[in-house]
Nanobody, 115 residues
Framework: QVQLVESGGGLVQTGGSLSLSCAAS????????MRWYRQAPGKQRELVATISSGGSTDYQSFVKGRFTISRDNAKNTVYLQMNSLKPEDTAVYYCSTRSFGSDYWGQGTQVTVSS
């Protein structure tokens, strides 16, 4: 079955950096777009960044210029490099993909940015 496993979250001060990873299994990773979402306490889950199978990227305005999404098809892994972190970036971060019409999610990894 499809499994997505995130790692790399933690506690960081404002202005710091974190790198998240999401390892995928059970899918032909290289042909799938991958997405990072986040959900802050009391808020809806929101899309952060997308990377296509061909490597094209798209970012939401609130992370553009600070976050970088990338992928390593040889490792079946998608990454999210987060720089210049702000307290409002505090959330649980999830990776996601869609395969054969179904959406799959990882368990999430907590990112906390202290002010």
């Amino acid at each position: 079955q499809v499994q997505l496993v995130e790692s790399g979250g933690g506690l960081v001060q404002t202005g710091g950096s974190l790198s998240l990873s999401c390892a995928a299994s059970g899918i032909m990773f290289s042909i799938h777009s991958m997405r990072w979402y986040r959900q802050a306490p009391g808020k809806q889950r929101e899309l952060v960044a997308t990377i296509s199978s061909g490597g094209s990227t798209d970012y939401q305005s609130f992370v553009k210029g600070r976050f970088t999404i990338s992928r390593d098809n040889a490792k079946n892994t998608v990454y999210l490099q987060m720089n210049s972190l702000k307290p409002e970036d505090t959330a649980v971060y999830y990776c996601s993909t869609r395969s054969f019409g179904s959406d799959y999610w990882g368990q999430g990894t907590q990112v906390t940015v202290s002010s």
